[in-house]
C-alpha cells in the first residue's frame, strides 16, 4: 500500500500540504481533486520520486511497478507502435536478453532467455499495443508514424497507450481525457474499470471520476480529505460535513455569546470576579471552528435574452465543406428558440464544422442556412482563445465591448470569474490556458446572446468552474448547441441532441445512454474509423481533414524550423557569455553588445513559442471537430 504520512511539502515559500497523512491499499482506485494550483501535480511527483517532502515520509512497496502518463515526449523519431511497447520495461529487457542469448549459442541460455520472453508476453505483445492505439483512436495505418508526425494532443494520447501497456501494480495518470473525445473516454473508462492494480487519477471529468474511481481524495487547506465512492458520493459526503460544520459553528458562537455576555457582566463585580475569570480562560482555550462557505471563486450567470424571431435558424438542404471536399450533405434542419441541442459524432465527423457554419465563420458550398432577425450569436471555440489582446488586460479587454460601463461594474463581473485584483488588471499574457478559456466566456456572456454555440467549452476549465458553468447554462433562457466530452455538462444542460455522422446530420434518440452502447459496438455503427463502415465517407472525411489543417501544418513547420535557428543562436551566445575573459573592463562594449543580441533571441523566442502553442492549439481544434 501507499502511505504517506504527516507530510510537508512546499512550492518556494508556499505550503502546499502541511502535516497531511493518507493510505491508498492495494487495489483501491483514488480520483485526487482540489482547485487549480492546490498542489495535485506535485503529490503526483512526490509519488513518483520527483520530488522530496520537506518534512515526513512517503512509503511505496519497492517491488511495486508504477506507470505514470508523461507530459513531455521527446522520442519523436519513434514509431508508434514501437513507442507504446516501450512502456512494457519487462517485456524490452526479455527481448535484449534473448538477441544476446541468441548471438551467444549458448542453448541453456538461449532456453531460459525464451522463457523470459514468454513470460513476458513477448509473442502477442504487437498486437496488445495495436489494441489500445485502436481503442485510443489510432487508425491502422498510423502505428507505424513517427511520434513527431502527430500532433501535441495525440502524442499525449500515445503517453497514455505507453503508460496502460506498462504491466504496473501502481498506474498514476494526470488529466488523461484532456485531448479525448468521448468515444474514447467511454473506451477508457472500461479499460480502468479492468485494470487490477492501484490507480491514482487526477481528473475534471466529474462522471469520468464516478465511473472509475471508489475513492476520492480532496486537496482543501493543504490536507488529504479522504471520502468514499465517485465524484457525486464526495460532492453529497463534503456538503453534509460543511452543514454539520456550519450547524457546530453557530452553536459555539451562542455558547462563546453567552460566555462573553457573562464575563462583560461579572469581571469588575468582586462576588463574580472568580467565575467570569475561569470562563475568559475557557473562551481562549475553545477551539474555534471555522464558519464552512461556499468556496468556489465562480459567481455568474448569463443576463435575459432578447427576443428573435422563430426559427432562430432554418437550414434547408445544407452542404459544408472545404475547398472541392465535402464534410456534410444534405442537412435540412431548424434551431427554434429555448432548444438545447448536443452534438454527437466522432473525431473529424463534422461537430465543429456546423457549429462554424451556424456561427456564420463557414459558408454553405450548397443549400441555404437562414437566421432570424434579431438573432444574436455567442460562439465559443478554442481558436478564440487566441483571439483576446494578450497585451490588454481583462479589464481592458471587457472595456472595448462595454461601451460606457461604469469600471466598478465591470469589476464586479468579472469578480464572478475569479477576475479580481491584480488579475483583473494585469496583462492577459500571464493567464493560463484555464483562465483565457474564462474570459472568452466572460466576454461571450456579457453580450447577452440568444444562441449559445459552444465547441469544447470545458476544456482547460477545473471542476468548479464547470459546476459553474453547468448552473449557469441550467438558467439561461436562450438556445444552446453544445459539442463536449463532458457527459456530465451535456446531460444536465441538454434536452436533445443530434448525431453528426456518416456526412449528414440527424436527430438522435435516446441520449448519452444510447450514445455509449452505440460507439461500444463497432459493428453496429457508430465505432472509431468511420461512423457506419461506409469507407467513402471515411476517405472523404481525411480528405477534408487534410484540406483543412494543411494551412496550419505548414506554419507549424515553418516555426519550427524558425525556433530550431533561433535556440541554436541562443545557445550559441550563451557559450560567449559564458567566456569569464568576456568581462574583462575592456570588453564592456563587445559585452553589452551580446546581452543585447541574446536579450533579443531570448524574446523573439518567446513570441514565436507561443505563436508556435496557439497554432497547436487550432490544429488540434481541427482535428478534433
Not at 392 to 416: M, W, Y
Not at 455 to 463: G, I, K, W, Y
Not at 516 to 533: C, M, N, Y
Amino acid at each position: 500500500m501507499i502511505q504517506l504520512e504527516h507530510i510537508t511539502l512546499r512550492r518556494g515559500v508556499e505550503d502546499l500540504l502541511v502535516d497531511a497523512s493518507l493510505t491508498v491499499h492495494a487495489g483501491q482506485k483514488i480520483g485526487l481533486v482540489g482547485p487549480n494550483g492546490c498542489g495535485k501535480s506535485s503529490l503526483f511527483a512526490l509519488l513518483l520520486g520527483e520530488l522530496e517532502p520537506d518534512t515526513g515520509e512517503v512509503r511505496i512497496p519497492e517491488e511495486w511497478t508504477v506507470a505514470h502518463m508523461a507530459q513531455q515526449i521527446s522520442e519523436l523519431e519513434r514509431p508508434a507502435l514501437e513507442f507504446v511497447l516501450d512502456g512494457d520495461r519487462a517485456l524490452r529487457r526479455a527481448e535484449k536478453a534473448m538477441a544476446e542469448a541468441d548471438a551467444s549459442g549458448d542453448g541453456e541460455r538461449i532456453a531460459h532467455a525464451h522463457q523470459q520472453f514468454d513470460d513476458a508476453r513477448g509473442f502477442d505483445a504487437p498486437a496488445r499495443a495495436g489494441a489500445l492505439l485502436n481503442g485510443l483512436g489510432f487508425a491502422a495505418d498510423e502505428h507505424q508514424k513517427a511520434v513527431g508526425e502527430f500532433s501535441g494532443g495525440w502524442r499525449i494520447r500515445l503517453s497514455l497507450a505507453r503508460a496502460l501497456m506498462c504491466p504496473s501494480d501502481l498506474l498514476m495518470l494526470d488529466e488523461p481525457t484532456n485531448h479525448l473525445d468521448l468515444e474514447t473516454i467511454i473506451w477508457l473508462e472500461d479499460w480502468l474499470k479492468r485494470y487490477a492494480g492501484t490507480l491514482v487519477l487526477i481528473s475534471h471529468d466529474r462522471d469520468f471520476l464516478d465511473n472509475v474511481v471508489d475513492g476520492i481524495v480532496h486537496v482543501e487547506h493543504r490536507q488529504l480529505n479522504r471520502y468514499a465512492g465517485g465524484y457525486s458520493d464526495f460532492e453529497r459526503q463534503r456538503a453534509e460535513r460543511m452543514a454539520l460544520q456550519q450547524a457546530q459553528f453557530e452553536k459555539q458562537q451562542k455558547k462563546v455569546a453567552h460566555m462573553q455576555s457573562f464575563v462583560d457582566r461579572f469581571r469588575y463585580k468582586a462576588s463574580k470576579a472568580k467565575q467570569a475569570q475561569a470562563r475568559l480562560k475557557a473562551l481562549e482555550r475553545m477551539e474555534k471552528i471555522a464558519p464552512a462557505h461556499a468556496d468556489s471563486p465562480f459567481d455568474f450567470e448569463f443576463p435575459e435574452p432578447g427576443r428573435a424571431a422563430d426559427p432562430l435558424m432554418a437550414l434547408r438542404d445544407v452542404q459544408l465543406g472545404y475547398g472541392k471536399v465535402r464534410v456534410l450533405e444534405g442537412i435540412s434542419l431548424n434551431l427554434a428558440a429555448g432548444d438545447r441541442i448536443g452534438l454527437l459524432g466522432v473525431n473529424g465527423a463534422g461537430k465543429s464544422t456546423l457549429v462554424k457554419a451556424l456561427a456564420g465563420e463557414l459558408e454553405p458550398q450548397a443549400g441555404t442556412l437562414e437566421s432570424s432577425r434579431n438573432l444574436k450569436i455567442g460562439y465559443f471555440a478554442q481558436h478564440q482563445m487566441e483571439q483576446i489582446d494578450r497585451q490588454a488586460s481583462p479589464l481592458v479587454n471587457l472595456s472595448r465591448i462595454a461601451g460606457d460601463t461604469p469600471e466598478q461594474k465591470l469589476r464586479d463581473f468579472l469578480g464572478g470569474f475569479a477576475f479580481s485584483g491584480d488579475l483583473a488588471t494585469d496583462p492577459c499574457t500571464r493567464l493560463s490556458g484555464g483562465e483565457r478559456a474564462r474570459l472568452v466566456l466572460a466576454l461571450i456572456i456579457w453580450k447577452a446572446p440568444n444562441l449559445l454555440l459552444l465547441d469544447e467549452p470545458t476544456n482547460h476549465l477545473d471542476l468548479e468552474m464547470r459546476h459553474a458553468l453547468t448552473v449557469a447554462l441550467q438558467g439561461f433562457e436562450g438556445a444552446v448547441v453544445t459539442v463536449s466530452h463532458d457527459r456530465h455538462l451535456l446531460g444536465a444542460t441538454v434536452d436533445e441532441y443530434w448525431l453528426v455522422a456518416d456526412g449528414g446530420v440527424r436527430p438522435f434518440e435516446g441520449g448519452l445512454e444510447a450514445y455509449r452502447k452505440l460507439v461500444s459496438q463497432p459493428e453496429t455503427g457508430g465505432g472509431k474509423g468511420s461512423a457506419s463502415g461506409n469507407r467513402k465517407a471515411e476517405r472523404q472525411r481525411k480528405a477534408a481533414e487534410r484540406e483543412r489543417i494543411k494551412p496550419l501544418t505548414n506554419k507549424v513547420k515553418k516555426l519550427t524550423g524558425r525556433i530550431e535557428q533561433l535556440e541554436a543562436e541562443r545557445d550559441r551566445l550563451e557559450k560567449r557569455l559564458a567566456d569569464a575573459d568576456l568581462y574583462q573592463p575592456d570588453k564592456a562594449e563587445q559585452l553589452k553588445k551580446l546581452l543585447a543580441e541574446s536579450g533579443s533571441v531570448k524574446q523573439q523566442l518567446e513570441s514565436l513559442e507561443g505563436e508556435w502553442l496557439a497554432v497547436e492549439e487550432e490544429l488540434e481544434a481541427l482535428r478534433a471537430g
